[in-house]
Nanobody, 125 residues
Framework: QVQLVESGGGSVQSGGSLRLSCVAS????????VAWYRQSPGKERELVAE???????NYADFVKGRFTISRDNTKKTVYLQMNNLLREDAAIYYC???????????????????WGQGTRVTVVP
């Protein structure tokens, strides 16, 4: 019943900005580490940024200084602020999170990995 839903993708001019959002919904106990990945046709899915629940963020070299990952635990939302977008940034962006849910069959919490459905980012000249 837990799911992640991304939004905020679209078409943007080269050098422009977008902010992606990822909202967790459903019955959950806790959200741990979160991350953004992206995938272009013919390429492997690659890590863009990651952020623990408590700790410092990490970025891939190709977005460092341009992208910022953040989270609002109250809203159960993860953000990716994307500035100075380049042609090579065009991809489908996916959010990922380790989410603790209650396993009622065994009456104990368990952490599971969740992926969003992805949101497409297009960069035009």
């Amino acid at each position: 019943q837990v799911q992640l839903v991304e939004s905020g993708g679209g078409s943007v001019q080269s050098g422009g900005s977008l902010r992606l959002s990822c909202v967790a919904s459903g019955i959950l106990v806790d959200i741990g580490s979160v991350a953004w990945y992206r995938q272009s046709p013919g390429k492997e899915r690659e890590l863009v940024a990651e952020l623990p629940k408590y700790g410092n963020s990490n970025y891939a070299d190709f977005v460092k200084g341009r992208f910022t990952i953040s989270r609002d635990n109250t809203k159960k939302t993860v953000y990716l602020q994307m500035n100075n977008l380049l042609r090579e940034d065009a991809a489908i962006y996916y959010c990922n999170a380790g989410i603790t849910v209650m396993n009622y069959r065994w009456s104990r919490p368990v952490q599971q990995n969740y992926w969003g459905q992805g949101t497409r980012v297009t960069v035009v000249p």
